[in-house]
């Protein structure tokens, strides 16, 4: 037998669409909490030395939090060329946006310490609130129109056509999409700083989470019920051959109204999902409120985890949907690479993510406890 013939090519497919939102996943609650800290950071610090504890509190894990976006590039690069190709090219001047902000975000905190004048900075400061926002939102609105469809074609070739424009990424359901985006990563960035700061850092982030807590609840359920009511899903109409060459012109599709509800229909254990994207972030909120660090946190992180597995969920087996034409739309069974690379891909991954892990969870219990505003403002013992 032939190695790779151990798991089944459907099988792989799956364990990779998988991986994917895993990957996705751990990016949003890792990085989101940096996002929405920094995004807080001139509404809960209103002193120099309030915003380097701040800035301080994700300084030391932010480069190792990112590492979920490289992986999860790649993931989409190996394992899913077709859904990289529409989503790198057609989705670009977002990306250099989002590009843009994660670059200038370590540059402003490697500057803004470097000088004492407030005007240098308050400048720096509003750099990195930015860098927090533009993000956050963005990829909202990304998903936003991922449940929308995406205007792409493809040709005999499988060449790959985007006939859409920046700003029409900007409709009213993909814009709700990208606050309820920012409104979490918010939520979460309140209940980290919650957990690493102390005195009147912590009582304005609790305050503001609380609010951002339930406007995520209130607009994720928004969300939900505008794509029951009025967001057609896509349906895939002819016979799946789930283990066939990876071809999205050999299905035929048809764009649905309720598609996207389908799943939650056929499997209802799946509602426990959205039920959870709307009761854990009041959990989070009363655990800002109540000063239970460690309940607001997970709770808010789990939030992020069950509202993005909410949208995998509805658009199983879609990845990327074609507002074009169905029959272009990308589908796990019919974007991936070959049988050999997903599972030489995987081995890779077992070995290496365990190490990931292991090491991000040995830098957090190394940097464990609050961050000390009398040590930074003395100079003793913090980066920025």
Request: proline share 4%; net charge neutral.
């Amino acid at each position: 037998m032939i190695l790779h013939e151990l798991i089944s090519y459907d099988v792989l497919r799956v364990i990779w669409w998988l991986l994917l939102g895993i990957l996705l996943t751990g990016f949003a609650v890792t990085d989101g909490f940096d996002l929405g800290a920094m995004a807080l950071l001139r509404a809960t610090a209103k002193t120099d030395v309030e915003r380097r504890v701040v800035i301080n509190s994700v300084g030391p894990v932010w480069e190792g939090n990112q590492v979920w976006l490289i992986l999860g590039g790649g993931a989409i690069f190996a394992a899913w060329p077709q859904l990289y190709a529409v989503s790198f090219s057609g989705f670009y001047l977002a990306m250099f946006a989002i590009l843009v902000a994660l670059i200038l975000r370590p540059v402003a905190f490697k500057f803004r310490s470097k000088r004492e004048e407030p005007g240098w900075r308050n400048a720096w400061d509003w750099v990195l609130c930015i860098a927090g926002i533009v993000p956050a939102l963005i990829f909202g609105v990304a998903m936003g129109n991922v449940l929308l469809g995406v205007p792409f074609r493809l040709g005999e070739d499988l060449r790959i056509y985007y006939d859409g424009t920046f700003f029409g990424l900007l409709t009213p359901f993909a814009l709700l999409c990208g606050l309820v985006s920012l409104c979490m990563l918010i939520m979460h960035g309140a209940a980290w700083l919650v957990f690493k700061t102390e005195g009147e850092v912590a009582q304005r982030a609790a305050r503001w989470g609380s609010l951002f807590a339930l406007l995520t609840a209130v607009l994720f359920a928004l969300a939900g019920v505008w794509i029951a009511l009025d967001i057609q899903g896509y349906v895939i109409t002819s016979a799946i051959n789930t283990v066939g060459a990876s071809n999205p012109l050999a299905k035929t599709a048809v764009i649905s109204e309720g598609a996207w509800m389908a799943n939650f229909s056929r499997q209802p254990l799946l509602w426990a999902l959205p039920a959870l994207g709307v009761l854990l972030p009041l959990i989070a909120a009363l655990g800002m409120r109540g000063r239970r660090e460690w309940l607001a946190l997970l709770a808010s992180g789990l939030a992020i985890a069950c509202i993005i597995l909410t949208v995998g969920a509805a658009m199983f087996p879609m990845i990327l949907p074609s507002s074009i034409d169905p029959r272009f739309s990308l589908t796990v069974w019919d974007s991936s690479s070959s049988h050999v690379t997903l599972f030489i891909m995987l081995v890779c991954a077992l070995i290496f993510v365990p190490i990931i892990l292991a090491y991000t969870s040995w830098v957090y219990s190394i940097l464990r406890g609050k961050v000390d505003a009398v040590a930074i403002a003395t100079g003793q013992g913090h980066s920025y």
